[in-house]
């Protein structure tokens, strides 16, 4: 899954956002370095010292812009202190620079002289990435996500309960040091390790708590092949999990992923079906409204759709937010963290702790496993017993669809 910064970048191409800001060193200028654009009126001209204030004020708005574009409009006046012309045509570039990018994204297959089908060819952008081995891409613009769920080689015929499960791709390593085992383990090995280790012990989290969820559908007489998982495809963290889980217990899943993230994708034959979104908004969208529960088991800002103040897209707002490594190791990571030099803006470290916090999200407010806990017969952790009274309602409907549709002959 693509970063900030590379989705930034991807936005703006002729924008080079500073990774770190706050003076020469972090803009990589030197202290000769005289720019060649004068902002500020031609009487009250801005010192260097302003302008890379103003660039670091605008770097922090186009973060928000990533997931709100119309905070561009806010971004280009914290660089130009209100210059409405010029941001008018700065506005301009952006959109026409970004309609760019969407106009040269395509999914194309190749075949060989002789008619067979040897891969397929995606563009986004300036990126270009032939897939010999993986050959089951399902493009946005070429069938639509319910079409996509229906097809057989994605989960068969069966109707099935869908999770959609999103979390970090690389969690946060230095909050594991907070457990006395992990510390110990962590002191014993280089520092450079330390992201691998941390993802180890959140996959291992991960398949642990969907095992606990599966063992408890199966004593209430569901089984592997009632429930399937959507992922968003990329080799590590939740995604790795998802796949490691799915393939040691036979449960169906499929991917989902956009043009922007397709660089992230492994050509690895025998992989399931992935379907291609449009952009990572579409992505997020599809992920929530397409399941019965969106699992966000961690992770920072879910596919551009959680904001550091919960803030969602998509018409299934009640997600469910699990705190894994909390619940499981005890570890707490902050739903926030101050991201630059003088402490003015957030950015969101702990999705699921974000969500926990969000009154129409926070698991108090879930009336569906208000009502369930009443009749729960396991003394399993909370996070469990929610998402198995979840996903028992949502096979029973299952059940209970299909029967009337065997009754009408349908």
Known sequence: MMTRDSRLTALTPNLTAPAVVGGRRALGLSQSHSPSVRFGSAENPLSQEDIFARMGAAHEALKDAET???????AVKALTNGGEDFIDKMMKALQ??????QQTRSCELLRSEHGAEVGQ??????????????????PSDQVDFKSFLRDEKVFGKKQRAIIAL???TKPP????????????????IPREKWPLYAEKIYVRAIKEYLG????????????????????GVTPQGVDRAIEEFCEEKNVPYAGVTCYDWVPYVDDVAGKRPIYLAKDPKEFGQIMSDASDKLVVVGGRAFASTITKSGETVGKNKSMVPIDLMQMRYGIRIPAVVISDVDRSSSEVENAAAVLNGNKETNPANWQEVQEGMT?????????????????????QNIVDARKVSEELGV
């Not at 709100?68 to 806010?74: G, L, Q, S, V």
């Not at 026409?96 to 990018?101: G, H, L, R, T």
């Not at 909370?382 to 949502?394: D, Q, Y």
Request: proline share 2%; glycine share 4%.
């Open 68 to 74: 709100r574009p119309d905070m561009f409009h806010d």
């Open 96 to 101: 026409a620079a970004k309609a760019q990018i």
């Open 121 to 138: 060819k995606i563009r986004s952008g300036s990126f270009e990435k032939v897939f010999v081995n993986r050959r089951n891409f399902y």
């Open 166 to 168: 999103t979390g970090w």
């Open 173 to 188: 390593a230095h909050y594991l040091q907070q457990n006395e085992v992990f510390k110990e383990a962590m002191s014993l």
């Open 212 to 231: 606990a969820v599966l063992d408890r559908l199966k004593k209430a007489g569901y089984n592997e092949d009632d429930v399937a998982f959507l992922y």
């Open 375 to 395: 009749s729960y017969e396991f003394d399993d952790p909370f996070e469990v017993k929610a998402l198995v009274i979840i996903l028992k309602k949502a096979l």
